[in-house]
């Protein structure tokens, strides 16, 4: 009697290894995901708790101004910025608990079209009153550009660039000034302070998404721009001029093309 031989086809062979190195890739890119993804939360979260910080610095120094002021009109205008400014902070503490869930199911930057003046206008009326408490040059170009990038954290970035420039700058002037270089607008931001110091510029290379560790000081808020900036893919250079204080510049993408 002959013996018959039995095997399985090799092309079932091939299938299994097929569906495994499927598998893995899946499981890989799957793990990335959420890799990125708790990044993004822990970054999110860490610039959030940076930014509740600025605004009760803001309404803390109006509540102050509020005590010394003697003329009516200035006085209801304080109050009317504090008023502001806790809505504010209860709007934004609403804002941190839905990013939170939604920043889970998130694992890149959510890029729009917009125009960028209406953010630089934000800028300019949270931070003016907090400038002209320490008697500081205030201005802020505000031009027409249509650009393409994740607008909240780009907001994130300009406000905490912002926030340190007006804090850390004793006397003088902040600066916000916008022109196009290639197909960039580049946002720049100024200031007559004495200067970020070498520790500071260190440390806002050292924020560890994975750790959530921070320092407190004007590396913090650096160090948030700049991870911010990273994440979106956006150019960062830090420099300090030789005639003082310091200068940071975000270069934004113009947008391709009109976005309806």
């Known amino acids: 009697m002959t013996r018959l031989e039995v095997s399985s086809p090799r092309s079932a062979d091939t299938d299994y290894i097929c569906i495994a190195t499927d598998s893995l890739a899946k499981m890989m890119s799957e793990h990335q995901t959420r890799e990125a993804s708790n990044q993004r939360l822990t970054l999110a979260m860490a610039a959030a708790g940076h930014d509740l910080r600025q605004q009760l610095h803001m309404l803390l120094g109006t509540v102050e101004m509020l005590t010394t002021v003697e003329n009516e009109v200035r006085c209801a ?40 003046s209406n953010l630089l206008g934000q ?43 007006v804090q850390h700058t004793p006397e003088g002037g ?66 300090r001029p030789e005639n003082g204080g310091t200068c940071v510049r975000l270069f934004v993408p113009l947008a391709k093309q009109i976005c309806i």
């Open 77 to 116: 205008e304080l109050s009317q910025r504090a008023k502001s400014l806790i809505f504010r902070l209860v709007g934004e503490l609403e804002q941190l608990v839905f990013q939170a869930r939604r920043e889970h199911s998130r694992a890149a930057a959510s890029t729009q079209c917009f125009v960028i």
């Open 174 to 239: 902040v600066t916000i000034t916008s022109s196009i270089e290639g197909r960039f607008v580049i946002l720049a931001v100024s200031d007559t302070g004495p200067g970020i110091s070498d520790e500071d510029l260190r440390r806002s290379f050292g924020f560890s998404a994975r750790s959530g560790r921070l320092d407190a000081g004007m590396g913090l808020g650096l160090s948030i721009a700049r991870k911010s900036a990273e994440l979106l893919g956006h150019e960062f250079q830090v420099s």
């Open 123 to 165: 800028l300019k009326s949270d931070w003016e009153l907090e400038a002209a408490g320490k008697y500081l040059r205030f201005n802020v170009d505000r031009p027409d550009y249509l650009v393409e990038s994740d607008q909240h954290l780009l907001k994130v970035i300009m406000n905490n660039l912002v926030g340190n420039a």
